[in-house]
Structures are given as structure tokens and as C-alpha cells.
């Protein structure tokens, strides 16, 4: 356990982590879907999606608006009740997301395409501009709203908040997510419950 009773994986369960998956954080009525690539291994050894320290998910949600406070991922729950969830493109767990194959990538594009036909969300946001290229064969796509939408969903892209992505800091990561909040408080026609 780390600090707060926190569970730090050790060496060995990150490596039996790899090739795992965690289940979606989905329910009805949701505002915002957001989508990963694929789980990390701190997140196969916990269970818990966006759990690696230095990931900028759960911060940038709370600076954009999203959230009252910034949640830790063990309280990942507590988004349904904001209307908001989250799923990945690739369920396997791996240590970068650039160890999934453009196959994986495709197929985890046509499996999101079904889980937003069954859940409905307001908006599927993407996060990570070169997997929503790949899964969907979209090679020109760029970070924002897309002018296609999954039947009443619309779609965004937005940067991977993962601390391995340089080109964007926490501050612009914040910006692009509170640009898709304004958005969403539109189309939903009021503020997202914090």
C-alpha cells in the first residue's frame, strides 16, 4: 500500500498485469463517453482506468470543469453520476500504447462503434489522436470536434492525456477538455453536474 492506503503495485504485478483487460466504466444517460487506447499496466494491476501516477486524466478533468474536485482513479465510480464514463479503444493491457498492433486498433474502433450504438452517449471523446486515426481510418483527423458523428453521438478527439505525451501540457490538455465541456453544457442545454 502506498500513501492513503493507496495500492502501489509492485515490479511483479505490473508484469502479470500485461495482457489483462478492466471493465468499462458505461450506464445510460451519459454525457460524455471518454475513450482510452487500451488500459496501462498500472491500471491492469488496479483495476482502476487512467491509474498511473503522472497520468494527466483525472487532473484535467478537474481543471476543465468536469469534476468538483480531482478524483483519484479508485473513485472512478463517482463519474457515472456526473454523466460521464469511460471505455478504450483495445481492452489488452500493455505498457505503451504503441505495443497494439493497427489491427487491435481497427477492431477495438468497430467494437466502440457498437458500445455507442448501445449506450447512447451525447459525446464519444477520444483520447489520443493517433489511435482515433488508426481504429478509424481517419489519417487527416485533427484534435476537436469531428464532422462525422456515431448516429446521435457526437465525436471528439482529443490529445492522450498519457505523461509520456510531450507535445501537450497539462494546461493545454486542460483547455482542449474545457473546450469540450462548453461544448457539451451547449448541446445538453445546462452545466455538467459538479
Same mark, same amino acid.
Given at each position: 500500500m502506498g500513501s492513503g492506503g493507496i495500492f502501489r503495485p509492485t515490479a511483479a504485478d505490473l508484469a502479470a498485469a500485461e495482457g489483462k483487460t478492466i471493465s468499462d466504466l458505461v450506464g445510460p444517460d451519459l454525457r460524455?463517453?471518454? /475513450?482510452?487506447?487500451? @488500459?496501462?499496466?498500472?491500471?491492469?494491476?488496479? $483495476?482502476h482506468h487512467f491509474a498511473r501516477p503522472g497520468n494527466r486524466f483525472w487532473p484535467a478533468l478537474f481543471?476543465?470543469?468536469?469534476?468538483?474536485?480531482?478524483?483519484? @482513479?479508485?473513485e472512478?465510480?463517482?463519474?457515472?453520476?456526473?454523466?460521464?464514463?469511460?471505455?478504450n479503444v483495445a481492452?489488452?493491457?500493455?505498457?505503451?500504447?504503441?505495443?497494439?498492433?493497427?489491427? !487491435?486498433?481497427r477492431e477495438g474502433g468497430r467494437a466502440?462503434?457498437?458500445?455507442?450504438? *448501445?449506450?447512447? @452517449?451525447?459525446?464519444?471523446?477520444?483520447?489520443?489522436?493517433?489511435?482515433?486515426?488508426?481504429?478509424f481510418g481517419r489519417p487527416r483527423t485533427a484534435v476537436g470536434r469531428q464532422p462525422d458523428s456515431l448516429g446521435d453521438t457526437e465525436?471528439?478527439?482529443?490529445?492522450?492525456?498519457?505523461?509520456?505525451?510531450? *507535445?501537450y501540457t497539462l494546461d493545454a490538455l486542460s483547455a482542449e477538455f474545457r473546450r469540450l465541456?462548453?461544448?457539451? !453544457?451547449?448541446? /445538453? $442545454?445546462?452545466p455538467v453536474e459538479r
Open positions: 460524455v463517453l471518454f /475513450c482510452g487506447i487500451n @488500459p496501462g499496466l498500472w491500471s491492469g494491476a488496479t $483495476g481543471r476543465s470543469g468536469f469534476t468538483p474536485r480531482q478524483f483519484r @482513479p479508485d472512478e465510480a463517482e463519474l457515472l453520476g456526473l454523466g460521464l464514463g469511460i471505455t481492452p489488452r493491457t500493455t505498457a505503451k500504447a504503441d505495443q497494439l498492433s493497427a489491427q !487491435e486498433l466502440l462503434v457498437e458500445r455507442v450504438a *448501445h449506450y447512447r @452517449p451525447r459525446v464519444l471523446a477520444v483520447l489520443g489522436l493517433g489511435a482515433y486515426r488508426t481504429a465525436v471528439w478527439v482529443l490529445p492522450n492525456p498519457s505523461g509520456l505525451n510531450a *507535445h465541456r462548453e461544448e457539451v !453544457e451547449r448541446i /445538453c $442545454g445546462g
